[in-house]
């Protein structure tokens, strides 16, 4: 069996027992921990009777262990449950804000990785020179600093102060009606609708989020280029590299990056899981309609199927997300390959 | 009395310590390398014959700094050229052969694609010519199957298969007129050593290479070289011709050295 192939199977396999983990702990710790969720349907002169009638229209009336057993025995069929808050499918609420999610992680990280990289190398070919230095305190900053903090002193600056861009209102002007959902991402779905207003609209929108998002993210990933080319660039084959008469950038960036970039994409890796798991305080400072906020909401309410399933996602998320990391060892080092 | 290819002249450097002091290693060293032939730098570990060598290039440890000397090659001073016409040598002019060869590869680029890149640099053409060029270049350093071996990566290469590889990248794809082989027999079967030896010698040969041999193995000096340099801790202490270094060494280290290698196998 080819290796690659090999790998993905026994990762599909770790899906199951790793999702029935998680699951399982947060079925009981919500429980515990997040409280009885019947006072917050219930009218404040509700009976007992009423109490009573709620908790059995809640499933919330049976002993833990068979709620447990009902909730796993469906989850199997497929079934996440209902969400007691918006009163739909769990399913249908995750489906519905999984793109908002995904549209800001996907810009965040791709501005997070064109420019944390890039940095990382310009910092490690100059070592101990000025630019290394200044890429060094602007990363630290980056990763000292609160991501909430930053996205409000974006808001601040761009929205209140010199008023460039919108209010942090979500993915589209208050008011205006998306188009209809073709992939769920605005930047996409405006233009196939054949709405360059609308396009724009969003692109400002998410300006202020993915840029929050993509100084956080780009922090670390510097860093960490920068660690890893300052180990590859003192290697054997950057000296032959040179000796054989290649230019300063092909020693660098072919010979030199490619070999740096394996912890480098390992940290992609966490910090794609962290980013496509909803950012959850960044989306609620934004007003954006995605995971983070949906499983704030779920926790805030005591929403437990809702919970349950976002955790469900993001453990489903964590496990590809690594998936994908090794696949890419696997295309980076040949060793890795046999 | 024809012109050295390359002369080493009065270099003198040292290593920058933490106290920004420098603490020497190269005091005046001076030698010639004469065209077509196959010039030995013996000496201990530490002497100084490596990063000599190494300097010629430019690619000394970055701590080394140059107090004085100059390195003519074909009438130009090496040492004051920019990085732009420093990389129009490198390769093209001055090859080197490094001691580690699988080590002085790139592991994550197959051994055909970093030979074709390297044609590609200096001759220009199409990928296709390039790896074409590698395979033959594979080929001619008796490399068995080639054109398999083109693609595979430098860690499925034994030690000494990785070493002819790399002689085939310096020596036949670079096409230089001067090579440097710094210690490349080091950490190989004896056996092998000998056929690479051997290899080393016939390319020079057939190419008309002139070549800078650094080794501190005197076995193979007496076998293979034309001249001889002796350095110890950082100068030249002797040169000459390889019959009258073996024959009448005129400085007493010379003789301790000959004396030791005697006693025991050459390592």
Redesign the interface.
Known sequence: MPPLLRLILRRVFWVLPVALGVVTITFFAARVFAGDPTELYAPPDATDALRALIRIRLGLADPLWVQYIHYISALLRGDLGMSFSTNRPVLIDLWDRLPATLELGFTGLTIGILLGVPLGVIAAVNRERWPDFLVRGVTLGGMALPQFWIGLVLIWVFFVTLNWLPGPVGRLPVGIDPPSRLTGFMLIDTLAAGRPDLWFMALKQLALPAATLGLTTLAPIARVTRASMVEALQ???I??????????RTVWF??GL??ALLPVVTLIGGVAGHIFGGAVLLESIFGWPGLGQYALQAIDSSDFAALQGFVIYASLLYVLAFLVVDILYML????IRQ | MTAALLSIDRLSGGFLGADGGIAPVLDAVSYDLMPGQLTAVVGETGSGKSLTALSV?G?QPPAFRRTGGRILFGGRDLLSLD?AAM??????RI??V?Q?AR????????VGRQMA??FR??HGGSARHAMDRAIEALGRVRIPEPERRARQ?P?EFSGGMAQRAMIA??ALI?QPSLLILDEPTTGLDVTIQADIMTLIVELCRDQGLTACLITHDLGVVAETCDAVVVMHAGRVVETGSTEQIFTAPAEPYTRRLLAASQLGEPV
């Open positions: 290697s054997d084959y000296r032959t590299a040179t000796a054989m008469g290649h230019t300063n072919r010979h490619r070999n980076i080092d040949p060793r | 290039l690619i990085a990389r129009t040598i490198r390769g093209a090859s080197i490094f580690d080590a002085a590869m790139n592991p994550v680029f197959t890149d390297v640099l200096h990566y860690h990248l310096a670079c």
